[in-house]
């Protein structure tokens, strides 16, 4: 039951993007076309499900025993970066189709906010279930991740599509490009607004 | 390459090691004072504050005590939480020995922006209504005494629990 | 290129909100009154300023190879001393920012700003060059900020003009990407004349 409600609270009603903002310049950048948009969300979800259980037992067996918390932002973007690397070698040697497939997403998610920021969300912030609250453990902190990155490919999916109709349709010029885009997240945004209150 | 790397580390560590030490006092002082901040503003003026005490009552995670200058206790403040509409709903409650609510503060929340989160208003009448609250802790609509604050029942009802928590466990340990 | 022009190029030419569209995360989650616009503006000043000028100081000695991690430790670092001193010296400001104070470490602007002109300038220029953007962008975030407030809570920096709600919807999030994407629209008006 818990784990359900984690699940249906991080994709719909505090969807990453449209209600936490965070990924919004890959969001915005990588949408223009369905398959390209698939592909980021593929690859997000890969390395925030992994950063996060990595970070966690960081922040666990290291940072925490040494009183060492102070040091998370430091320490977590490092183990991001040599995570996104890492994950790039072995991809290329495993499955080369798999990476040509997110090969050139992968460099881009370091300096993706979500990633960091679901790290950080998970070691720092309390979780609500009913009517108490708690700190997530590593079982409930990975369902979250995962979680969470499906609400990213979902918002991605959706929005490319909008995109890819934008695209055909005449626009006013000051409103080409980033301007119209910008304020379809935002009606889309309004649309997510109605899952709120569900959990 | 290694040398440079490990060098620029090792610098940044030296950096960060003197501001923390430098800046431990002053963080643990301002969350002291705000937590000392936020039992004074529930209870009344005067007598002696007592350190934490945990309770595993249901929702309340721990309350202090308050203790006249003869030792008498004039007054309790806890802190009691519930789901609200977005997330957790925490609030410090003063409650006297007798179980009327002297004050109420909040202290966290997740509630939505100009509905759910019009309950940390502290002037409103909602907030108001809790000063020497003696009544039945339910809202109106569902037969209290509780005026809900208008478009976010779900709200009120979330704190009128989060008191109603609060007092149960004073009566309880007047008992 | 003028010390002067270093300073104001933020303001409209290099706009790294509306010209550049970087940062937009603290942009679009910060930005729910003109007072919290303002504040994330100068603290994502304050680390853009010191790391463009560590950066080009250390840039000559730094092997490409290993630039980039060199870098976001610097830049880490720096955000790391601010979490401490707004922990130690505004702790509400640092709460109602919150994760997004962290975040600062993956604002693009930074490392863009790093990569792009710290490392082939001198520490003198790269300084101007953070004044410069930081102040576009704190500047972008408090209008952004402004015409939130206005619409969603009827005010100014807090100050209340009307009694009653503002349109709340523009306090929350779907406001956010509605009015930066009108600002841009705005801002392209005004620009290409």
Known sequence: MEYLLIIISAIFVNNIVLAQFLGICPFLGVSNKLSTAGGMSLAVCFVITLATVVTYLINQYLLVPFGLTFLQTIAFILVIAALVQMVEIVLKKVSPSLYL??????????????????????????FTFGDAAHMLGLGEATVYAFATSLGYGLAMVLFAGIREHLALNEVPKAFKGLPIALISVGIMA??????SGIV | MALCLTAVCLVCAAILGVTYAATKAPIEAAAAAEAQASIAKVLPDGGEISEEIASDAEGVEGYYVQTSEEGAVTAYAVKSSTGGFGGLLTLMVGVLPDGTVYNTSVLAHSE?????AKCTEEKSAFREQWKGFAGVLSVKKDGGDVDAITASTITSRAYTKAVAQAVALVKSMEE | MSKFSLITKGLLKENPTFVLVLGMCPTLAT???????????????FVLILSNIVI??????????????????VIATFVTVL?????????????????????????????GRAEAFANK???WDSALDGIGIGIGFTLSLTVIGIVREILGSGAIFGWKFITGDGMLAFVMAPGAFIVLGYLMVLFNKIAKK
Do not use: R
């Not at chain 1, 979500?114 to 070691?123: C, E, F, K, M």
């Not at chain 2, 939505?112 to 759910?116: A, D, I, V």
């Not at chain 3, 401490?84 to 509400?92: G, N, S, T």
């Open chain 1, 101 to 126: 497939a997110l090969g050139i997403f992968l460099p881009l998610i370091t300096t993706n906010c979500a990633v960091l920021g679901v790290a950080i969300n998970v070691v720092t912030k309390e």
């Open chain 2, 112 to 116: 939505t922006p100009g509905l759910g």
């Open chain 1, 190 to 195: 309004l649309a997510f607004l109605g899952f």
């Open chain 3, 31 to 45: 930005t729910t009154s003109a007072m919290n616009g303002l504040e994330m503006g100068l603290a994502t000043m």
């Open chain 3, 121 to 123: 300038n001198g520490v």
């Open chain 3, 56 to 73: 080009s100081l250390i840039a000559p000695v730094v092997p490409d190879k290993v630039h980039i991690p060199v870098y976001i430790v």
């Open chain 3, 83 to 111: 979490q401490l001193l707004m922990q130690a010296l505004v702790p509400d400001v640092y709460k109602t920012l919150g994760l997004f104070i962290p975040l600062i470490v993956v604002n693009c602007i930074i490392l």
